[in-house]
Nanobody, 123 residues
Framework: QVQLVESGGGLVQAGGSLRLSCAASGRTLSIYAMGWFRQAPGKEREFAAAFSWIGSSTYYADSVKGRFTISRDNAKNTVYLQMNSLHPEYTAVYYC????????????????WGQGPQVTVSS
């Protein structure tokens, strides 16, 4: 099993920045891709960004390009999501996801998910 522990959620004012972290532990040898999803109130969960250790590939949803940056710390098995210039529409629960393949993560079919910290952007 793989455990994903997220941190960094909270309240931020519009225009501000926030960084989320997701640390993977357990049987991480099979994890080659990690990503982030967000679920706004009353809406379905949607893909935001993902990273693969295979080829160091990154992939972003159009809605977050130029605003979100995904990065990783290999030694810590941790993926980060830097979110800049936030506005209230980005208020959501943010979920970390992990699996072997990037396409599996991007499609929302990852085998492992974090608990989802709340991010609230006030106007």
């Amino acid at each position: 099993q793989v455990q994903l522990v997220e941190s960094g959620g909270g309240l931020v004012q519009a225009g501000g920045s926030l960084r989320l972290s997701c640390a993977a532990s357990g049987r991480t040898l099979s994890i080659y891709a990690m990503g982030w999803f967000r679920q706004a109130p009353g809406k379905e969960r949607e893909f935001a960004a993902a990273f693969s250790w295979i080829g160091s590939s990154t992939y972003y949803a159009d809605s977050v390009k130029g605003r979100f940056t995904i990065s990783r710390d290999n030694a810590k098995n941790t993926v980060y999501l830097q979110m800049n210039s936030l506005h209230p529409e980005y208020t959501a629960v943010y979920y970390c996801a992990a699996d072997t393949l990037l396409r599996t993560v991007v499609a929302g079919r990852a085998g492992y998910w974090g608990q989802g910290p709340q991010v609230t952007v006030s106007s």
